[in-house]
């Protein structure tokens, strides 16, 4: 298929694109920029006039519930709603069912999502068999799989001695680890931030340390061990800080937050709303801003969906009682333009932490306009408004926090390798 | 924030009895003037009135408890329903039945009212958000939450001894973190209008920002006490020696139990109040537990009295329906 966009805005920050032009596509691959290649005849034109074209968006984390847990979604279900939202490369955690720790359950994956034809997914491997925190998982079986990381998911590693080798090994497979830091003891089974809120409403408290001690034993780790370290979805501006100054100090770490991270806070949970019962837990409104500071002095350059779509029956109990996450990949896009509507970030970092910075994480040859890449693109009319309405949402999961939110911005296409594989007008 | 959206119908009457907070000072005054009418029905020959007759009362007590249900239940006979115990625990959710599902079952059972105790939190408002419209909830205890008829007997102990709330300061003693009591005490005494409200206890047992809800904390229970109307123990669980919270009960008697040398430093006049049951000799010495500034047995007779008004006010009666009004 040869298809050429016409007359949309080109933004790609990270080559300092910003410029209406035309953008030529053949065999999967972008094939020019501006210029019309020779001899190019297009078989589609897509009238992209007065929108926005972007790299495809790479989501650091999302969970398609494939394979294990179908009924919360699959990656048709759940790759229509990311397409929905212009994402066309996905992160997923090991924490399936099977556990991604052996080369057949990447193999299924590759296979299941290829079928699924929706996005490209890439799978990070166990970092600890079972993710049981007690043995090594293969990582350099795993890696030669197909995983292009490792990570104990939610799951916390209590003994520092085994989490002290678990770098060490991942540092000689030469693999980034993705680390939630979260210290369960202090977490100590509790499900909403410790403050006033969970005082007022009586729910067990997680409190900062939970974050920052674990982020701090992990730093130290890192010192001794230099492993690429990642740390998932940063909750405290406390934990930022930690962030920025081992940075500075020439450590090899990054870090990234998820979108309801910037937008929500403890309050919102208000009388007991499960679709904000979320891990990490939402903090105070100073821990937002705080994270947000982190996002514009470059200490979080991703943001991610952490989309963890749920059947109704898990999130209807009393708080405590229900399963955390939210479904959110849809509105990843429109919800970044609301923080850019805002004033709270500027596009061009808004685009750059969805697409090119992600993929510098994944280390994946994603998230750019360039001639010769890979033809994932979204486009973005920024005059359309979105509604966020539990009858509307694609995904299987209905927990959004977010209903009754109008969001300015909508994705009307996004091409996966050349392709179309999301038009707006045909749903 | 909390409740008063789900608590009162469009009327601004009382549909739920879910937690203090949010409700207002008249209609807290409201519940204490029906259960100062119904206070005397205990005393007469014939324990009854027919205010509730017909109506088909449920004790949902997913956490075990004796004295609550008893009260509840007692409290559902002198209103002439009819009651169902039903001890679910873990047996209905352990052959996977979820929670909407027993209410449900019980709602085909035609229940007018369900009586909720829950070892979590928000469990009475999300029962009450999954019940038929016709369905009265109230709150006999959401884990740390609320026990707001506790909370409301605890006022109406109060307001026959001191008449009104204004001057007065009152002290909580004891696990703030995890009492119910304490948090819907807090609501009611502050709704109510006291001068101060004040907590004390150990740091491990005070809960962050405990201060948002309107009350000043100490740590040392002489000071604490000092110049104090009222004072409120709670009961100290066991477990709470386990996970570093506490050393040992004796210590916790050495610096929080309540003496009559302790007392001394409250007014002359203050009483000393206590939800039950008591543990003698770790938050409370039985000199002043059997002392003449208890009210702790007083307690446990109003807690009916309020049980049944906030049965009746949820279901739409009063006391003057039957001409019984006192």
Known sequence: MRIQVKGGRLLDPANKLDAKQDLFIAEGKILGIKKKPDGFDSDLQINAKGKIVLPGLVDLCARLREPGLEYKGTFITEGLAANSSGITSICCPPDTDPIIDTPAVIELIHQRSRDAGRTNIYPLGALTQSLNSEQLAEMHILKQAGCIGVSNALKPIDNAEILRRTFEYAHSCDLTIFLFAEDNALKNKGVAHEGALSTRLGLPAIPESAETVAISRALLLVEQTNVRLHFCRLSTAHGVQLIRAAQKQGLPVTADVAICNLHLTEMDIADYNSDCHLQPPLRSERDRTGLIAGINDGSITAVCSDHQPHEADAKSAPFSLTESGASTIEHLLPLMLHLVNRKELKLEKAISLLTSQPSNILNIDKGTLQVGKDADICILDTDASTSVDENNLLSTGKNSPFKGWELQGTVTHTLLNGEVVFDRSEL | ?326
Do not use: W
Request: aromatic share 4%.
């Open chain 2, 1 to 326: 924030m909390t409740g008063n959206i789900i608590q009162l119908d469009n009327n601004g009457n009382l549909k739920h009895f879910l937690s203090t907070e949010g409700l207002s000072q008249s209609l807290l005054q409201n519940i204490l003037d029906h259960a100062e009418s119904f206070a005397s029905v205990g005393e007469r020959h014939v324990k009854k009135v027919p205010l509730l007759r017909g109506k088909t009362i449920a004790n949902l007590f997913f956490e075990p408890s004796t004295r609550t249900r008893t009260t509840f239940e007692l409290a559902a006979k002198r209103l002439s329903a009819d009651i169902l115990n039903l001890n679910i625990s873990t047996s209905a959710t352990s052959k996977g039945e979820t929670l909407s599902d027993t209410l449900h079952t019980l709602e085909a059972m035609h229940c007018d009212m369900f009586i909720v105790r829950h070892a979590n939190s928000g469990a009475a408002h999300y029962i009450a958000t999954q019940v038929a419209p016709h369905i009265s909830v109230i709150n006999a205890g959401d884990g740390r939450h609320a026990h707001p008829t506790q909370a409301m007997l605890d006022m109406f102990t109060i307001r026959r001894h001191k008449q009104s709330f204004e001057n007065l300061r009152v002290a909580i003693v004891g696990d703030i973190l995890h009492s119910r009591v304490a948090r819907s005490e807090i609501h009611a005494l502050n709704t109510l209008g006291v001068l101060e409200t004040r907590v004390i206890a150990p740091h491990t047992l005070i809960p962050k920002g405990v201060e948002d809800l309107g009350v000043h904390v100490y740590h040392d229970i002489e000071t604490g006490l000092e110049g104090v109307d009222v004072i409120m123990m709670l009961r100290l669980q066991r477990e709470r020696m386990r996970g570093a919270l506490l050393p040992s009960e004796q210590e916790y008697y050495q610096r929080y139990g309540l003496t009559s040398e302790r007392l001394s430093f409250a007014k002359p006049d203050a009483i000393v109040m206590h939800p039950g049951p008591i543990n003698r000799g770790v938050e409370i010495d039985s000199s002043v537990a059997d002392g003449e500034r208890s009210v702790i047995l007083q307690q446990v007779s109003h807690g009916i009295a309020i049980r049944m008004a906030v049965m009746a006010m949820t279901m739409g009666r009063s006391n003057d329906d039957t001409g019984n009004a006192a």
